[in-house]
């Protein structure tokens, strides 16, 4: 097939079922897929790929999977998990993302309350969470297996069953799909409670592609998406969508976290969708090898040309002899740990501090940041490297409505925000009021020219014994800049002051430890050694000093371990569980106000 020159306007699929059809008409052979292997990298087209969800939701008809049956995913970020979505969603079924770091009690939730009649696992890891809770759940008819798992039916297996279906039957049930009809099930990850199942229309997930396109955040086959993020979250769902709908490939990072930064380099990616922490290590390594003086003077003079670069004016003799120098000591370097090619990154899922934007803009990476909940079909606003505010979240997408109620709460209107819940009309969080606006639960303001910025949660601001208001998110961010950091959480509601847990990040400070001749450098240990905790005490310090005496951090504890989604304290997209962690910490914490 001859593939023809993408449009800005995308695919111009009606719903998200027949738009991967549309895309392999429109692209045919060009790259949509790059995927690691034992011998590199391995490419496949879109037509390929057409060809594989075609099978697998061939497939699933022939089980008797039917149209509105969910039908769920439990893998890590891969092709494979693309292939089986694209699959589902032909087949007119409902996608049901689960995390693949879920527990089996958590698989069984998200099972059980979506109805699910059949569930894609990666491996025989997943397969056996299945196992454990199968005898109770009587609507899971099928297990199947990406890679071979014993008894499971495996997906070539399925595949196999869909080249026997005559593929005219795949094509009327995607030309079914309306737009009203449900597209994914997302269950969100919840600080409190069980999650529950956003419900996101094909209407809902089609708009905000559309108000992708005309962000233009993907320019065709020129672009090249990094994806490691968790394709069970809203955010990289959005970012794959988006970029096929343009016909941009997408490369899937081999599985390991730690070769991010090596893959990087290998496949020189366009555009990366990452989250904050990658921003804050990297950031955190540079401050440490480069003195606070040297790094300001960089940010700003890298800043001052980055920002008439983007405004086409012409950069000063003087300004440009000073950005060359400090390119190549310092900003080059950065540039290459993300493969060289990077137009624009973007961070998501959590705060990420100003002072860390400015840095990485100074060094022609711009991380721009944005705002939405898996309600809003995950985004509601985008900075760009040509709008942005550093410290907001930008402006709102097209066709997209923000306001401020009278409380701070930030309200969002337009086309991507969701119906509800699944089986749960949930009143407080995440209802929509009579006029359409979504209560989002972050407290926020708008300026003179539409840009967003949150200042916290309504159920996170912290009020001190004294009657203070202290939001945590501002100093927690400012800790976690730190080098040797790796979470940092507030305390102090109803208390006389704050107080703070902070955990201590492995890669960094075991070496630093090392040098200091302490011998035994397990997390434990290292949490209660004073000269750990005189340097924990000393990053405070300075972190202190930026914020007036009422707000300030008067006393710590160094946890034993980080936090993980094993242990109970992070979510899936790494947000923490702040009700969880002072309930679990509870003991320690009143310790810090005991005498």
């Given at each position: 097939m001859e593939a023809t020159t993408a449009t800005p306007a995308g695919t111009g699929s009606r719903t998200i079922a027949d738009l991967l059809p549309r895309a392999v008409a429109m692209f045919g052979d060009r790259l949509a897929v790059k995927h690691r292997t034992p011998d590199g990298w391995a490419d496949l087209t879109f037509a390929?790929?057409?060809?594989?969800?075609?099978?697998?939701?061939?497939?699933?008809?022939?089980?008797?999977?039917?149209?509105?049956?969910?039908?769920?995913?439990?893998?890590?970020?891969?092709?494979?998990?693309t292939y089986a979505s694209f699959?589902?969603?032909?087949?007119?079924?409902?996608?049901?993302?689960?995390?693949?770091?879920?527990?089996?009690?958590?698989?069984?939730?998200?099972?059980?309350?979506?109805?699910?009649?059949?569930?894609?696992?990666?491996?025989?890891?997943?397969?056996?969470?299945?196992?454990?809770?199968?005898?109770?759940?009587?609507?899971?008819?099928?297990?199947?297996?990406?890679?071979?798992?014993?008894?499971?039916?495996?997906?070539?297996?399925?595949?196999?069953?869909?080249?026997?279906?005559?593929?005219?039957?795949?094509?009327?049930?995607?030309?079914?799909?309306?737009?009203?009809?449900?597209?994914?099930?997302?269950?969100?990850?919840?600080?409190?409670?069980?999650?529950?199942?956003?419900?996101?229309?094909?209407?809902?997930?089609?708009?905000?592609?559309?108000?992708?396109?005309?962000?233009?955040?993907?320019?065709?086959?020129d672009d090249l998406v990094y994806l490691f993020l968790p394709l069970a979250h809203s955010f990289a769902l959005?970012?794959?969508?988006?970029?096929?709908?343009?016909?941009?490939?997408?490369?899937?990072?081999?599985?390991?976290?730690?070769?991010?930064?090596?893959?990087?380099?290998?496949?020189?990616?366009?555009?990366?969708?990452?989250?904050?922490?990658?921003?804050?290590?990297?950031?955190?390594?540079?401050?440490?090898?480069?003195?606070?003086?040297?790094?300001?003077?960089?940010?700003?003079?890298?800043?001052?040309?980055?920002?008439?670069?983007?405004?086409?004016?012409?950069?000063?003799?003087?300004?440009?002899?000073?950005?060359?120098?400090?390119?190549?000591?310092?900003?080059?370097?950065?540039?290459?740990?993300?493969g060289g090619r990077l137009r624009e990154a973007v961070s998501g899922a959590a705060p990420i501090a100003k002072e860390i934007l400015e840095f990485f803009w100074a060094c022609g990476v711009p991380v721009m940041e944005g705002y939405g909940m898996t309600e809003t079909a995950t985004a509601s606003t985008l900075s760009t490297p040509e709008h942005h505010r550093f410290g907001t979240v930008g402006r709102p997408l097209p066709g997209v409505e923000l306001k401020i109620a009278d409380d701070g709460e930030v309200l969002v209107r337009g086309a991507n925000v969701f119906a509800g819940y699944w089986r749960n009309a949930d009143a407080s969080f995440g209802s929509i009021d009579e006029d359409g606006w979504l209560h989002t639960g972050d407290l926020g303001s708008i300026d003179e020219d539409g840009y967003l910025t949150i200042t916290g949660r309504k159920k996170d601001i912290i009020i001190t014994a004294g009657g203070k208001n202290l939001t945590p998110a501002n100093l927690e961010n400012d800790m976690k800049q730190s080098q040797w950091v790796s979470q940092a959480v507030?305390?102090?509601?109803?208390?006389?002051?704050?107080?703070?847990?902070?955990?201590?990040?492995?890669?960094?400070?075991?070496?630093?430890?090392?040098?200091?001749?302490?011998?035994?450098?397990?997390?434990?240990?290292?949490?209660?050694?004073?000269?750990?905790?005189?340097?924990?005490?000393?990053?405070?310090?300075?972190?202190?000093?930026?914020?007036?005496?009422?707000?300030?951090?008067?006393?710590?504890?160094?946890?034993?371990?980080?936090?993980?989604?094993?242990t109970g304290e992070l979510t899936p997209s790494l947000k923490v569980k702040r009700n969880v962690v002072n309930e679990l910490y509870a003991d320690r914490f009143d310790a810090l106000y005991a005498d």
């Open positions: 390929e790929v057409g060809g594989i969800a075609r099978e697998i939701g061939l497939g699933l008809l022939d089980l008797g999977v039917s149209p509105g049956d969910r039908v769920s995913i439990l893998c890590t970020t891969r092709p494979d998990w699959g589902i969603t032909q087949a007119g079924a409902i996608v049901v993302p689960i995390y693949p770091t879920n527990s089996p009690e958590e698989c069984e939730w998200v099972l059980s309350d979506s109805g699910a009649v059949a569930v894609i696992c990666e491996n025989a890891d997943q397969v056996a969470k299945i196992e454990q809770v199968r005898d109770r759940l009587p609507d899971l008819r099928h297990v199947i297996a990406i890679e071979p798992a014993g008894d499971a039916m495996t997906i070539d297996e399925l595949r196999e069953r869909g080249r026997g279906r005559d593929p005219r039957e795949l094509e009327a049930r995607t030309a079914a799909v309306a737009p009203a009809d449900p597209y994914t099930i997302i269950y969100t990850s919840g600080t409190t409670g069980p999650p529950k199942g956003c419900v996101l229309g094909h209407g809902n997930y089609r708009a905000i592609v559309d108000m992708v396109n005309q962000r233009e955040l993907f320019r065709g086959d959005l970012v794959q969508l988006a970029a096929w709908d343009g016909g941009t490939p997408i490369a899937y990072f081999g599985g390991d976290i730690k070769q991010i930064v090596v893959e990087l380099s290998e496949v020189k990616p366009t555009y990366l969708p990452s989250v904050p922490r990658v921003f804050e290590k990297i950031y955190g390594l540079i401050s440490a090898n480069v003195d606070a003086e040297t790094l300001a003077k960089a940010t700003e003079v890298g800043g001052a040309v980055q920002d008439l670069r983007v405004a086409g004016r012409p950069v000063p003799e003087d300004l440009q002899a000073a950005y060359d120098q400090f390119d190549q000591t310092l900003f080059a370097n950065v540039r290459a740990l993300f507030m305390h102090g509601d109803r208390r006389p002051y704050p107080t703070m847990l902070i955990t201590l990040d492995e890669e960094a400070i075991v070496p630093w430890a090392q040098q200091q001749g302490i011998e035994d450098t397990s997390l434990a240990a290292l949490s209660q050694h004073p000269k750990v905790i005189a340097l924990i005490q000393a990053e405070l310090d300075r972190v202190n000093a930026r914020y007036a005496q009422v707000e300030q951090v008067k006393r710590f504890f160094i946890l034993d371990h980080d936090f993980s989604q094993e």
